[in-house]
């Protein structure tokens, strides 16, 4: 069974987070030949305040 975990910032829409799961089960699914049922998406969202680039807090820019 894959396990496919997709880290982002908050602030998409529940329909953004649905089409994501959507097609990256389908991904998953072309390239490895699991079947659909078999794979699971895992979204894990992140605080703009807890995540950085180039010495700045994407909060902060």
């Known amino acids: 069974m894959p396990y496919v975990t997709v880290q982002m910032l908050e602030g998409r829409t529940d329909e953004q987070k649905r089409n ?3 097609k990256v089960t389908e991904a998953v699914s072309e390239t490895t030949g699991a079947p659909a ?8 969202e992140m605080k703009k305040e807890n995540y950085g680039v180039a010495g700045k807090r ?3 820019m």
């Open 58 to 60: 994407m909060s902060d």
């Open 37 to 44: 049922e078999k794979i699971a998406v895992i979204i894990e």
């Open 20 to 22: 994501l799961v959507k």
